[in-house]
């Protein structure tokens, strides 16, 4: 099977602007997870869609939303960019049932300057 | 809210000899899972091991496993037969049953010299 992939790996963007980040799930999966790792407050939880519908998020401002299509792949949205947004987003998939083991994409490293 | 703490920053290991991580955590829930994950250089995170709080066996993946007391809130990642491959930063993550979040300690890395 195909591990998770996410796209693009990298990215440069200005203060203001919008990015939206990309993530395909291991196929079978329908669970897709997010995370923001930085050195400072190293790894947290951004948001979790299942089947379409946010079902859990983490303590982050509106500026960063999500959305997971039918097909299960994920984008996850930031607007307004701040510099402190510069991070290594990470998206996870799982079944969506136990164990609940999560599989991790190689992350998108979105740099703000 | 659970916490997960790696209270080593840093440890060094000797290739083919073995190493422990430690990490607590603090949790009232009574079911949970809780993970070993591994992030190399390449920065891909890789599931190392996972254990179920409700089984007492600890769990073991071929170099890798871990001693988990319950009671104690501990969950310790040992590694016998370091391989420089194993140099990579490690996490310790906790998951409720219900499966949600996982909540990542601060990690440690781990460096293995040759």
């Known amino acids: 099977k195909a591990g998770v992939t996410q796209t693009p790996r990298y990215l440069i963007k200005t203060r203001g602007q919008q990015v939206t980040l990309s993530c395909s799930p291991i196929s079978g999966h329908r669970s897709v997870s997010w995370y923001q790792q930085t050195p400072g407050q190293g790894l947290q939880f951004l948001f979790e869609y299942f089947s379409e519908t946010q079902r859990n998020k983490g303590n982050f401002p509106g500026r960063f939303s999500g959305r997971q299509f039918s097909n299960s792949r994920s984008e996850m949205n930031v607007s307004t960019l701040e510099l402190g947004d510069s991070a290594l987003y990470l998206c996870?998939?799982?079944?969506?049932?136990?164990?609940?083991?999560?599989?991790f994409g190689p992350g998108t490293r979105l740099t703000v300057t | 809210a659970q916490t997960v703490t790696q209270s080593q920053p840093e440890m060094s290991v000797q290739e083919a000899e073995t190493v422990t991580l430690s990490c607590t955590y603090d949790t009232s829930e009574s079911n949970y899972y809780l993970f070993w994950y591994k992030q190399p250089p390449s920065r891909q995170m890789i599931l190392v091991i996972r254990?179920?709080?409700?089984?007492?066996q600890n769990a073991t993946e071929n170099r890798f496993s871990v001693n988990f007391q319950k009671a104690a809130k501990s969950f310790s990642l040992k590694i016998s037969d370091s391989q420089l491959g194993d140099t990579a930063m490690y996490f310790c993550a906790f998951m409720k049953s219900s499966g949600d979040k996982l909540t990542f300690g601060t990690g440690t890395r781990l460096a293995v010299r040759p």
């Open positions: 254990q179920e709080a409700y089984k007492q």
């Open positions: 996870a998939s799982t079944s969506g049932g136990a164990p609940y083991e999560q599989y």
